[in-house]
């Protein structure tokens, strides 16, 4: 097996210096999930990379990046020394990106960013060695790890870049130098860091900034945003998809839990299935499908293969469970929810055959000023009527409790205090929704009620 780094090539890419010579297949920033032959590299968050130098040593690290060496490391143990551990990542992922012929496409956007991620992933692993972001690594060190680990014989990469406040895509794009820039939904997530939602869409749209000559913008246009990233985007070769556009859906079918899609893409009349029935999914696959044909990739193919796409944990993953006894479907979404998303999952469970539809959904955070009257408003969507209960958890999310009345059977500060009175709450041939921002912790109430034998359906 070929290495990934050597230590000749991370000291050139770093300008640090090796104590020992190495080879690494593999990089890790945790020791929990680091692999036996991996560089571990000590970055500082919440603790100190430095105090797990040892323990990745003792899991078989093949060497460690570090500014210098802790007392408890052994002395035989390699280590790369550098002035900075993140710029060393950075710099690491910088040379991986400049070492390699991939097609890269860079996904931004306030909705539907890692799902469309995953669908690229999914369809061009078909067509050739294809390398993309794990999870939601999108951040200021996810990007250039996401990099670092990047094979050098890579066909397609896919890297998501995600932001919390203004100045922060257009670095990462500047690191990833995409040839396809696409941004999905623009929605009001993270607009407490903005003056307002056109913020946001320029900072989303300023992935173009990084774009490698020739590239190619690829932008949702179902925003209200689209004509203020248009201007940003005047000097480029910019492919919109969404209502009335070339790239557009001409129809969409809903049958045996799958959507059958008929889309025009580049002038081509191309039909795709999706194991989902989440109707937003669809526009998701066609901006895919236009970032891939964008990056030279065989359309036709990429279409064909969607199909090998379902949602991940946390972001639409259905289940049929058994919990307390009562036969029920679980609608799991609870990794993040804005206002755009949330009304995306709402209309899924609306749409969805049962005796009884219900709602658990938690506070969408860093909505400002905004957050209160966003909440309530969930009131007001069309969806809401076709649901027969919300159970809702947090603080913010009390003014939608407020306004649903009758509808809204529970109310619970905490997960943990929902988690401990489920039973009560679930019936027989419920769907079940649980939606809400990650902090929330909702993931525990998909936990206790996964916690019994069921079967997985996705």
């Known amino acids: 097996m070929t290495p990934l780094w050597t230590h000749i090539e991370a000291d050139a890419a770093t300008q640090g210096r090796s104590s020992h010579a190495w080879q690494a297949y593999g990089v890790s920033i945790d020791t929990r999930t680091l692999q036996q032959g991996d560089l571990f590299v000590a970055l500082k968050a919440a603790r100190d990379g430095h105090d797990f130098v040892a323990q990745a040593a003792k899991l078989g690290a093949a060497a460690a990046v570090v500014t210098h060496r802790p007392a408890d490391v052994p002395s035989d143990f390699p280590l790369l020394i550098v002035d900075d551990v993140l710029q060393g990542l950075i710099d690491l992922g910088m040379a991986a990106r400049a070492r390699t012929e991939a097609r890269v496409i860079g996904v931004t956007g306030s909705v539907g960013k890692t799902s469309t991620k995953e669908m690229l992933k999914a369809v061009l692993e078909q067509q050739g060695k294809t390398h993309a972001s794990v999870a939601s690594y999108n951040n200021h060190w996810g990007v250039p790890l996401t990099l670092a680990r990047m094979p050098q014989d890579t066909a397609y990469a896919i890297i998501e870049m995600g932001m919390n406040h203004p100045g922060e895509i257009a670095p990462l794009s500047k690191m990833a130098r995409p040839h396809v820039g696409l941004v999905t939904k623009i929605a009001a997530a993270h607009i407490e860091a903005f003056d307002d939602i056109f913020g946001i869409a320029l900072e989303k749209a300023s ?163 905004t957050s209160k009257e966003a909440h309530r408003a969930i009131s007001d969507l069309p969806a809401m009527a076709d649901i027969s209960a919300v159970v809702t958890i947090g603080q913010d999310i009390t003014a939608l409790h407020s306004a649903l009345g009758a509808k809204a059977i529970a109310h619970f500060d905490t997960a943990q205090a929902c988690c401990e009175q489920l039973s009560g709450l679930i019936e027989q041939g419920d769907c079940i929704l649980v939606k809400a921002s990650l902090s929330t912790g909702l993931g525990s109430v998909v936990e206790a009620l996964l916690a019994s034998d069921y079967e997985k359906s996705d």
Not at 340 to 357: D, H, K
Request: aromatic share 6%; no cysteine; charged share 20%.
């Open 207 to 369: 992935i173009i900034d990084g774009l490698e000559a020739n590239g190619v913008a690829v932008f949702n246009a179902n925003t209200e945003t689209f004509s203020t990233m248009q201007r940003y985007a005047d000097r480029m070769t910019l492919q919109a998809y969404g209502d009335g556009q070339s790239n557009r859906i001409v129809e969409i079918n809903v049958r045996d839990g799958k959507l059958y899609v008929t889309a025009l893409i580049t002038e081509q009349t191309v039909s795709f299935s999706l194991q989902t029935v989440g109707q937003h999914f669809a526009l998701n696959a066609v901006g895919a499908l236009v970032a891939l044909h964008a990056a030279g990739a065989d359309l036709g193919q990429g279409a064909r293969d969607m199909v090998r796409w379902h949602p991940v944990k946390g972001r639409g993953q259905t289940h049929q469970i058994k919990f307390a006894g009562q036969d029920v479907v679980l609608i799991d979404d609870s990794y993040n929810a804005n206002p755009a998303s949330m009304e995306a999952s709402l209309n899924v469970l609306s749409q969805t055959p049962a005796q009884r539809r219900l709602a658990i959904l938690g506070d969408m955070k860093e909505l400002g000023e």
